[in-house]
């Protein structure tokens, strides 16, 4: 039940392409869903989160789209460029007895082609 | 600018020999986490410390054990490395207030 299912694994689109990553969690204790940018040889950097109360959440050109009902959130990147090659992590969390307890997706290895 | 800061960024060492690495925050957080990365895979959480609170994760082996013995640091000792525990480690903080963890660059462990 604390497992997050992301998909896909890998995905390669070209320059100003629209890529689309998958979530889909099943314990409704959580309360956070972050998205993380990881480059190689660097530790995950936070990209955009939401809260479940709130379907869709803008930045730049990142969207997080999120479907309580579904229990299913996606990260859309508008207008990709090389530079957003990458892997991503969704994440889900809640807080249990002060911490943030952070269940990561498997990730999913973004490469944006000139 | 750096807020999480691990040391070395990359670490050898030889099957078996104690290794630590470290981690230092600026960030005044109350919690750090540890996390193993390996290869294309999601990073797995070894434990974490809520102020001087030590919280083990369930599968988290014997062979790795941690220290903070303030706010700003904490160390990841692992006691006997074998080849399996090369590795990607992170380490994270959060606080009170925050719902995102903020993570340092890693070290890259290898074993030999």
């Known amino acids: 039940q604390q497992q997050v299912k992301q998909s896909p694994q890998s995905l390669i689109v070209q320059k100003g392409g629209i890529p689309i990553i998958n979530c889909a969690y099943e314990?409704?204790?959580?309360?956070?869903f972050p998205w993380y940018q990881q480059f190689p040889g660097k530790g995950p950097a936070l990209l955009i989160a939401?809260?479940?109360?709130?379907s869709e959440k803008k930045e730049g050109r990142f969207t997080i789209s999120f479907n309580k009902s579904a229990k299913q959130f996606s990260l859309h990147i508008m207008d990709s460029q090389p530079g957003d090659s990458a892997t991503y992590f969704c994440?889900?969390?809640?807080?249990?007895?002060?911490?943030?307890?952070?269940?990561f997706g498997t990730g999913t290895k973004l490469q944006v082609i000139p | 600018d750096a807020m999480v800061i691990q040391n070395p960024r990359y670490q050898v060492t030889q099957f078996g020999k104690p290794v630590t690495l470290s981690c230092s925050q600026t960030?005044?957080?109350?919690?750090m986490y540890w996390y193993q990365q390996k290869s294309s895979q999601a990073p797995k959480l070894l434990f974490h410390?809520?102020?001087?609170?030590?919280?083990n994760e369930a599968d988290t082996p014997d062979n790795f054990q941690s220290r903070r013995p303030n706010t700003s640091f904490c160390f990841l000792d692992i006691r006997s490395p074998g080849l399996g525990d090369a590795a990607m480690y992170l380490c994270?903080?959060?606080?009170?207030?925050?719902?995102?963890?903020?993570f340092g660059q890693g070290t890259r462990l290898t074993v030999v």
């Open positions: 994270a903080t959060s606080g009170d207030l925050n719902t995102e963890a903020f």
């Open positions: 314990n409704t204790a959580f309360d956070y």
């Open positions: 939401i809260r479940p109360d709130v």
């Open positions: 994440a889900a969390s809640y807080r249990s007895g002060g911490y943030q307890k952070v269940t």
């Open positions: 960030l005044n957080h109350n919690v």
């Open positions: 410390y809520y102020d001087k609170d030590f919280n």
